[in-house]
């Protein structure tokens, strides 16, 4: 068969090495360098890995706070060999990057101010643990009841003593962690809310606010009680994704018999069996059977899909009926389902820009409050000769409003959540910073085959031209091609099949270069090749001249079945659009973005599937490092995305502000490489994704805005001395619950595609 240049994935060259993570390259440079930033070339793109830096990784059950966060940083400062320290406050992980620490200093450090590391060994095991946290709420029950007696007893005018000491009862049940993390804070000179809390409720007891001190310290108690089982709602979003694949598998053993086995012990190629409404356990390709088989935990997909043999199956995925066995590709550690879950661990990690300005924000600002406090508190008694009371409570007010809780703890409930959700979609983002910037993008690049295309050539069009019959031509071709690996080949054969068409005995196969194939079926000798093939053999005409470059127009390869003495059929074969593609487009173009296709295939061949798709511009006749070179100069006009397989558009992946990758097509490349993933390579995921990182940005300014206003309000309140400590502590909890649940929202967020 005719020797084309085609976008074929066997003709690729696989990247062995992994992306760096690009919200490592654009915002910290003192683990960056601006060669890597640059990619001038295909194979500089990706940063080497520094071979002398070791991780440990601790869970740290109390550290879910960017507070926890701020103190851990401080306390490891004095560690030269630490190089880097990254929080996952979702999940409670703190992976410290070093060279050669001493590991028992640095967990000795973290006892020391309370955090108590727990080892991670780096196995095969998901660290996306399901977490209950540990609330007392009898000790709670009993803090609260010891205070509401203590307001009791001061407004039934009993002794002072018995008001206090019901008082000094319920702070230290209620408030005994909250002084601990204050005085660990203020040891290791970090003012954080609870060194401010504790603050609050000492001021408030030693001028004689007995009552208000407990119930203060109970209702923060109790507002961090709930905010923590708040988060564990966006804790365990993604817990889901463990539950649904199965423990077991049902495995063929090597006396034939057939075991239920833990699928962490099932190697690659073993067989395993799935009976109608089982779970799939693992990864891997029919090799008996078939089934309907329901994918929405991997590609989102409403529909169930039908699967036959040689058809992909992935773990996690429901069978709905049909029997069939099929043959594991990867071990359960490496399925589709368990990259899923490590790449949403790790983006829970990362922190978008957002994210990122309010710890700033909220480490300047905390410290501030307390400095302004402390100046309400004395100077207005000492300059005007106010009264010390009155200006102490109106300071002690203010700090027990000041705390940022609400404003810190909104943007990871909301980042979590819009990653969430985004997995529900078939949608794998790789980290906050993509989900943010997504909103941004103005010019979107656009591969062609296995983006726009299907990638796989079918057959489309067959002319018959000479005596034989139909059935006749159509059997002699697919006899030649079923010996060949070349993709126009497999397409006919693959159509041949599908008809239940036979195929004859062929001798003396040949490949003839730069024209097609040739073989003797029954004696005679046919051929298989290209309009060249005929002209060589002298069996041109002007009229099949004519209907060649007919389907040409098209954007279809044209082979033609020829003896020695005349062309007997025509057969074309193209590769064909993605019903999605057009639908795609047009959405993204609604949004205002500008559409780019970057191509390896011909000019006329471009421009047919790029006009009836409706793509903006075409590229064509491109390398690798020219999508890169373009992909580069777009980046000045604008926020790009680029849409690819993963494999040779690599580089313009990883040069974009997003990179897109095709997930089924090579699930691997997509979720190692890119960005943001699509998990059944449809495009319409581009504007649902758009569409959430909109979302989640409005949700962010909402919570900031709200969080910022209502302590603003509180601040004037105070000074006009019509706020006190308990609506203070109302204030701060009702805001930090209004946020938290804003954010939850976007687990339920739905996006109407239907225009």
């Not at 100077?379 to 005007?384: A, K």
Request: contains cysteine; glycine residues 6%; proline residues 3%.
């Amino acid at each position: 068969m005719v020797s084309q240049p085609g976008q074929s994935h066997n003709n690729h060259v696989e990247l062995n090495e992994k992306r760096e993570s690009k919200e490592h390259r654009e915002h910290d440079h003192a683990h960056c360098c601006d060669s890597v930033k640059q990619l001038p070339q295909l194979d500089t793109h990706l940063m080497i890995p520094n071979t002398t830096s070791t991780r440990a990784v601790y869970r740290i059950r109390n550290m879910d706070c960017p507070t926890e966060e701020a103190l851990i940083r401080k306390k490891l400062a004095n560690f030269p060999e630490i190089t880097q320290l990254d929080f996952d406050l979702i999940q409670r992980i703190l992976t410290i990057h070093h060279q050669q620490a001493s590991l028992s200093d640095v967990e000795a450090a973290l006892v020391a101010i309370d955090m108590l590391p727990e080892a991670i060994i780096q196995t095969d095991d998901q660290n996306v643990k399901e977490f209950a946290s540990d609330i007392n709420w009898l000790r709670l029950g009993l803090a609260g009841t010891m205070a509401l007696t203590a307001e009791v007893a001061h407004f039934a005018n009993a002794p002072d003593w018995i008001t206090l000491i019901l008082a000094l009862v319920a702070i230290i049940i209620g408030g005994f962690e909250t002084y601990k993390k204050g005085w660990i804070a203020l040891k290791n000179f970090n003012l954080n809310m609870n060194a401010l809390m504790s603050f609050a409720v000492t001021g408030a007891l030693l001028i004689g606010q007995w009552p208000e001190a407990a119930m203060v310290m109970v209702l923060f108690a109790l507002a961090e009680a709930i905010e923590q089982k708040s988060m564990d709602r966006a804790r365990n979003a993604i817990q889901q994704l463990l539950c649904i694949t199965p423990e077991q598998a049902t495995v063929l053993q090597a006396d034939e018999q057939w075991l239920a086995v833990d699928i962490k012990s099932v190697p690659v190629g073993s067989i395993v069996r799935v009976k109608p409404g089982e779970r799939i356990a693992l990864d891997g390709v029919i090799v008996s059977g078939q089934s309907t088989i329901n994918q929405a935990a991997i590609t989102g997909e409403s529909l169930p899909v039908e699967k036959a043999i040689g058809d992909q199956v992935y773990a996690g995925t429901m069978n709905e009926s049909g029997s069939f066995e099929f043959k594991v590709t990867a071990i359960a550690a490496q399925s589709t389902i368990a990259r899923i879950i490590k790449a949403v661990e790790s983006a829970q990690g990362s922190k978008a820009n957002t994210q990122r300005f309010v710890d700033i924000f909220a480490r300047i600002y905390t410290p501030v409050v307390f400095v302004i406090a402390l100046a309400i508190a004395i100077i207005p008694p000492l300059i005007m000769g106010a009264l010390w009371f009155d200006w102490i409570y109106k300071a002690l007010v203010l700090l027990v409003i000041a705390c940022p809780c609400a404003l810190v703890i909104s943007t990871p409930v909301t980042i979590v959540s819009g990653l969430a959700a985004a997995t529900r979609y078939g949608i794998l983002i790789k980290g906050g910073i993509f989900l943010e910037q997504g909103r941004k993008i103005s010019i979107l690049a656009v591969d062609k085959t296995g983006t726009l295309t299907n990638g796989k050539p079918v057959q489309t069009d067959f002319v018959k031209i000479g005596t034989l019959t139909e059935q006749t031509c159509r059997e002699i071709a697919a006899s030649l091609a079923n010996h060949s690996d070349h993709p126009v080949s497999k397409a006919i054969t693959y159509a041949a099949e599908q008809d239940g068409i036979d195929l004859y005995n062929v001798t003396h196969f040949v490949a003839v270069l730069g024209q097609g194939i040739k073989g003797i079926i029954d004696d005679q000798q046919w051929y298989l090749g290209n309009h060249r093939m005929a002209i060589e053999h002298g069996l041109d005409q002007p009229e099949l001249a004519q209907q060649i470059q007919y389907f040409e127009q098209q954007a279809k390869t044209v082979v033609l079945l020829m003896n020695d003495n005349t062309v007997q059929a025509l057969f074309a074969v193209a590769d064909t659009i993605k019903q999605s593609s057009s639908k795609a487009i047009k959405l993204i173009k609604q949004m205002g973005i500008k559409t780019l296709m970057l191509t390896g295939d011909n000019t006329l061949t471009a421009n047919i599937i790029a006009n009836e798709i409706g793509i903006d511009e075409v590229k064509s006749h491109l390398l690798p490092e020219d999508k890169l070179t373009i992909v580069n100069e777009l980046l000045s006009m604008g926020v790009v995305g680029m849409v690819g397989d993963g494999i040779n558009d690599a580089p313009a992946l990883a040069k974009a502000n997003i990179g897109f990758a095709m997930g089924s097509i090579g699930s691997d490349t997509a979720i190692e490489t890119a960005d943001v993933a699509l998990m059944d390579d449809d495009l319409c995921k581009i504007p649902q994704f758009i569409q959430l990182s909109k979302a989640t940005s409005r949700i962010l300014i909402e919570n900031i805005v709200f969080a910022l206003v209502v302590k603003m309000l509180f601040f004037i309140l105070t000074f006009m001395g019509l706020a006190n400590m308990w609506m203070a502590v109302f204030a701060d909890i009702g805001t930090s619950l209004l946020v938290v649940a804003n954010g939850l929202r976007l687990l339920k967020k739905r996006f109407d595609l239907s225009n």
